[in-house]
C-alpha cells in the first residue's frame, strides 16, 4: 500500500513539472489563434465580449451591426478565419469591412438584410460591406493596384440571403483593390438603382451559382444599373469614390461569372464608363482594358436593358448562356471589345448583339477618346453561325468598326453596310455621322425612344456649357443647342429630319462634337461613401 502511494504522488510530482515546463508551450499566441479562428454567430449574438454594447448607439436597430463588426474586426487582428452566420435574419445599418483572409459562411435560412434605420444621430451607410480592412480603411494611406483585402469568400447554401430592401442606391459588396475574392450560393435581391456587387480593379474574381433578382429605379432617378459592375476606380467618371482608394484606374483582371442566375434586372453585368490615361505627348490616351472576363453557363430573362453591357473589355467569352429578353433591347452591347469569342449561346426574343463604337465619354475633367470594337467580317459571321436564335428573336447583329459600319446579319446571314449611317430594321437606333474639322465622320448610335430630352453641362477650357438635346416624334426631328453660361450665346448645333447630319458650318460643326459628347454620355450616380454615410468611430 506504501509502495503504491508512492507511485501515485510519483506521477502527480511528474505531471506537476510537464505542466509547468511545458504549459507555457500550450498556451502559445498561435494555439490561442488557432483555437478563435472560427466564430459561429446568431441574430440574438452579442458583440465580441460586449464590446459597444454600453456605447450608447446600440440598440435594437443597430445591434446585429455592431455584433458583426465585432466578429470581423477580430478576424482582422488576428489575420483572418470564418464567420459562420445561423439561420435568421441579421438587420445592417452601416458599413462592414472586410479583411484578408476572411470567409463568410451563410446558412440556408440566413437573411443579411439592408436598413437605413438606425435609431440615433448615427448616420446609415449605403454600403453593406466594402472588402477591405478596417485598419488600411482608416490609415489614411491610399491603397493601389491589387493591394487591397485579398483571399476573401462569401459563401452561402440553399436560401442564403443579400437583401437590399429596395433601399434607395444601396450596394452589397464595394471590392477596390481586392484579389482572389469568391461569391458562391447567394441570393441577391431588392436592388434599387446600385450594385449587389460591385468590382473596381479586382484580380481573380470568381461568382458562382448566385441569383440576382429584383430590381426597382431610384425614388428620384432612372439610372439603371447593373448587378454586377465591373469598374475601375477612376477620379474622373464617379464610378468608385471611397476616402481609402487611390484614383490609379485599376482594371480588373480574371473574372469568371458562371452558373447564375439574373433576371427581374436593369442590366445584368456591365460597365457603365470605361477609363483612360493620357499619354505622354498630353494628347493621346491609353485604354484601360478588363481582361480575361468569363461569363458562361448563366440564365438571363426579364431583362430591362442591355443584358451584358461591355466598354473597353479584351480576352471576353461568353458562351452557353440562356437569354430570353423582351423583344425589345439587345442581349449584348459591345462598346470597345477585343479578342472576344461569343458561342454556343441560346438567345430568346432579344434583337440580338449590337457591336459599335462607343460615343464620346464625359469625364469630370476632360474628354475620353472614343473606344472601338475590333471586329472583322468573319467575326461578325462567327457570331450568327455560334449561336441560336429561335422563337421571333431575330438574329440581328450590328457592328461598329472604326468610324463605320460594318454590317449587320439577319437569319444566318452577314450583309456588309459601307454607307456611313444606317438604320437597324427596328427603327430604335441609328447611326450618326457628324462632320468636323479636327476628326471625320465620328459618329454614335443614338435612342430615339429612350432619349426624347435632356439637359447637361460641362465645362471645358475653364467655360461652362449647357447642353440641350430634344427629339421632337411628331417631326422626327432631332435639335441641340449649346449654350455658353459666361456670356449666354447660344448656338444650335443642328437640327436633323433625316438620319444623316451634316453640320452646316465649320462653327457649328465643332459645337456638334461637342453637344454629341455629352449628349451621348451615360448619367450615373456616384457610389461615394463619404465620411457622413458612416458612423464615428465608437470606443
Known sequence: MRLFRRTIVALIVVAAFFTISFGAAAATPTTAYAAKKTFTVTPNSKPYKNKYVKSGRYNKYTKHYYMLRSYLDRLEDLGGGTLILKDGTYTVSNLLYIGSNITIKLSSGTTIKKSYTTGTKMVYSKALFHVIGRKPAKSGKKITGYGGSHNVSIIGTGKATINLNYCDDALGFMIGHGKNITFKGLNFKNMRSNHPIELDGTYNTLIENC????????????????????????????????????????????IVIRGCTFHRLGTAIGTHRYSQTLNSDGVTTTNRYHTNITIENNKFYDIDSYTIRVQNWKGVTVKNNDFSGKDNEFCIYGQGIHDFKIYDNVIHNYKGILLTRSSWQVAMTDWYTPIYNTVSDEMMQMVADQNTSY?????????????????????????????????????????????????????????????????????????????????????????????????????????????????????????????????????????????????????
Not at 468636323?436 to 454614335?444: D, L, M, V
Request: glycine share 6%.
Open 391 to 539: 422563337d421571333n428573336g431575330p438574329s440581328d447583329y450590328y457592328s461598329g468598326e472604326n468610324n463605320a459600319v460594318s454590317g449587320y446579319i439577319v437569319n444566318g446571314k452577314y450583309t456588309k453596310e459601307t454607307t456611313a449611317s444606317a438604320k437597324d430594321p427596328y427603327g430604335t437606333f441609328y447611326y450618326k455621322k457628324i462632320v468636323t474639322t479636327s476628326k471625320n465622320s465620328e459618329g454614335a448610335w443614338v435612342s430615339k425612344t429612350t432619349c426624347t430630352a435632356s439637359t447637361s453641362t460641362y465645362n471645358k477650357n475653364g467655360t461652362t456649357y449647357k447642353v440641350k438635346h430634344t427629339y421632337d416624334p411628331l417631326t422626327a426631328r432631332w435639335t441641340y443647342e449649346v449654350t455658353d453660361m459666361t456670356t449666354g450665346n447660344v448656338t444650335v448645333s443642328y437640327s436633323e429630319s433625316a438620319v444623316t447630319t451634316e453640320a452646316a458650318t465649320t462653327t457649328a460643326a465643332s459645337t456638334t462634337t461637342e453637344a454629341a459628347k455629352e449628349q451621348a454620355t451615360t448619367t450615373e450616380t456616384a457610389t461615394t461613401e463619404t465620411a457622413t454615410t458612416e458612423e464615428p468611430a465608437v470606443g
Open 211 to 254: 441569383t440576382f433578382s429584383g430590381y426597382k429605379e431610384q425614388t428620384h432617378s432612372t439610372a439603371i444599373k447593373e448587378g454586377i459592375n465591373i469598374d475601375a476606380p477612376d477620379e474622373n467618371n464617379l464610378c468608385f469614390q471611397v476616402k481609402w482608394s487611390s484614383f490609379d484606374k485599376t482594371p480588373n483582371k480574371k
